[in-house]
């Protein structure tokens, strides 16, 4: 199984600045690399996959680079709707798994 | 508008069954994987299982296998969770999702609580 581990585990951060969120995995997963947003309350929304690209509707503040094990998710001027909890997940091999998340706080 | 709605989830005594469903509209269900996928009360995100478009393409997570048994109805646009067995570890948020084959989670539903309690 492949182990995704998420740093930091909090991060406070200001409205206006920017956010950079980190995913490793225990092997490659190639490019096969998800981030997903999740606010109190509410289920979960896919932000990038493909580790870089943005799924419908997810505005271009929000962006995501790296391949192998290396991962970073980055959130430039940051929003008050984008404070939340970040997952990455990979789906390069089987089962898929999660990392513990981020949260993001102002 | 992609909708995914669960369902079926509830209270249930250590060592019982439930069954879970989760009805699809707004894609083209036989184009893509389905998933379930849970969250423990102020835990984290774990995948349980997928279905693939075909039926006979099924994984499970190591902590369900043998317990859990994922199916799909194409004709009716809809995801079934049968879980047997269940441990008080099972309760959690489950989230049904969609996926293309070899893909990302794209769209979820609003999720079903099961808790497993005496």
């Known amino acids: 199984e492949i182990v995704m581990t998420q740093s930091p585990a909090t991060l406070s951060v200001s409205p206006g600045e920017r956010a950079t969120l980190s995913c490793r995995a225990s092997?490659?997963?190639?490019?096969?690399l998800a981030w997903y947003q999740q606010k109190p309350g509410q289920a979960p929304r896919l932000l990038i996959y493909?580790?870089?690209t943005r799924a419908t509707d997810i505005p271009a503040r929000f962006s995501g680079s790296g391949s192998g094990t290396e991962f970073t998710l980055t959130i430039n001027s940051l929003q008050s709707e984008d404070f939340a909890v970040y997952y990455c997940q990979q789906y390069n091999s089987w089962p898929r798994t999660f990392g513990q998340g981020t949260k993001l706080e102002i | 508008e992609v909708q995914l709605v669960e369902s079926g989830g509830g209270l249930v005594k250590p060592g019982g069954s439930l069954r879970l469903s989760c009805a699809a509209s707004g894609f083209t269900f036989t184009s893509y994987s389905m998933n379930w996928v849970r969250q423990a009360p102020g835990k984290g995100l774990e995948w349980v299982s997928i279905?693939?478009?075909?039926?006979?393409?099924?994984y499970y997570a190591d902590s369900v296998k043998g317990r859990f048994t994922i199916s799909r109805d194409n004709a009716g646009n809809s995801l079934y969770l049968q879980m047997n067995s269940l441990r008080a570890e099972d309760t959690a948020m489950y989230y049904c999702?969609?996926?293309?084959?070899?893909?990302?989670?794209?769209?979820w539903g609003q999720g079903t609580l099961v808790t497993v309690s005496s």
């Open positions: 999702a969609n996926s293309l084959p070899g893909a990302s989670l794209d769209s």
């Open positions: 279905i693939g478009i075909d039926t006979k393409t099924i």
């Open positions: 493909g580790a870089s």
């Open positions: 092997q490659s997963v190639s490019s096969n």
